[in-house]
């Protein structure tokens, strides 16, 4: 759905082949929406409705998302599952590793604040947008694999609506 | 053995050193007393009658007045399980380790001394198993314990229910 007709594309036809014409900021913008390879986060029971949705009846894979083990392949970071104090450093180790540009789903109640563990709770980090910034917001204890797929799609429009010069904010100061 | 059995055989193994608590369970409870704690376990693991080779699960209990220590112990040679419980004082509660008796208390034992500040005397291994590295705020599991990015439940008796 909407992969096709959301490709800013304009195909003209002539005899023997055909020219393609887009903008930049289309392509890069179309390239990067159409393989949004992802880093697994499986922390708690939405790592079992994340499995789900990657597996064949709901299927990532459709989408041009793929898991990937390491941070340095990854694109989008979705953090599915309880994240507790001990995980959070590492959780941000990670981020600080994949390259830009890079997204963050936080999935179910327990990633977007805490969840259950809000009240009386020593060990539960309220929310991960507390350590890194989060894009997409998925509610749920857990969150079904419709709503996970919506949640990714939000990604996509996301990464559409980006505009070439709004990359450069990703680079620190004294690089540019 | 049976409930009454396994209680019997206690009270006239080791007499006032042991209470039996009267609850609805189907294991029988019993409370240790503290000088007499290792001794009594060893006799739980060696007895041919009781047998109990298996510690399954060990906690520590917070109470207003105390601590408590409370292990779990079955036989899988005569399908019987015993909950064996020893109350420590509010301050520098101490006890003697089992993990002589059975391995498993060892990661049980350090667990409970670090969430609730039990020491464990002769512990083989004493250093902290859950909390991350640079933990320097207390025992979390102590009632009244505050430390950061920690939340009290609200009271809802007080007004401004849902």
């Known amino acids: 759905m909407g992969i096709i007709e959301k490709a800013p594309l304009y195909v003209e036809k ?3 082949g055909g020219i393609v014409i887009t903008s930049a900021e289309g392509l890069l913008n179309w390239s990067r929406a159409s393989s949004l390879w992802y880093l697994l986060f499986g922390l708690a029971c939405c790592a079992i409705e994340m499995m789900a949705t990657g597996a064949s009846r709901y299927d990532f894979d459709r989408l041009g998302m793929f898991f990937r083990a390491s941070p340095r392949q990854a694109d989008l970071m979705m953090v599915c599952g309880t994240v507790t104090h001990k995980m959070a450093k590492r959780i941000k180790i990670l981020y600080d590793q994949m390259a830009d540009p890079k997204y963050v789903l936080a999935m179910g109640g327990c990633a ?30 857990p969150p079904r694999p419709e709503s996970l797929l919506q949640g990714a799609l939000k990604v996509r429009e996301k990464i559409y609506k980006e ?12 690089q540019t | 053995m049976n409930k009454d059995q396994i209680e019997t055989r206690l ?28 001794e009594i376990c060893r006799f739980l693991r060696d007895d041919p009658y009781l047998a109990f ?26 399908i019987h399980q015993l909950v064996v419980k020893a109350k420590l004082p509010p301050e520098n509660p101490k006890i003697p380790t089992l ?18 500040g039990i020491v464990f005397e002769g512990h083989p291994d004493p250093r902290p198993l859950l ?32």
């Open chain 2, 53 to 78: 080779e298996f510690l399954f699960s060990m906690a520590g209990v917070h109470y207003p007045d105390r601590f408590e220590v409370v292990i779990h112990l079955s036989s899988s040679k005569h």
């Open chain 2, 99 to 116: 993990s002589g008796i059975w391995e498993a208390a060892n990661w049980y034992e350090r667990e409970a001394a670090e969430l609730f």
């Open chain 1, 112 to 141: 977007c604040d805490g969840g259950p563990f809000y009240y009386d709770c020593y060990s539960v980090l309220k929310g991960v947008d507390k350590i890194i910034p989060v894009d997409v917001y998925i509610p749920g204890c």
């Open chain 1, 14 to 16: 002539i005899p023997g």
């Open chain 2, 11 to 38: 009270a006239t193994e080791f007499g006032s050193a042991v209470e039996i608590l009267k609850t609805r369970f189907p294991e029988p409870m019993i409370y240790v007393a503290t000088d007499k704690y290792i």
């Open chain 1, 163 to 174: 505009k070439i010069k709004d990359f450069a904010g990703d680079i620190p100061p004294s």
């Open chain 2, 131 to 162: 909390l991350y590295d640079d933990w320097n705020y207390g025992y979390p599991m102590r009632k009244g314990w505050t430390g950061p990015d920690f939340i009290p439940m609200p009271d809802k008796s007080k007004g401004a229910d849902e």
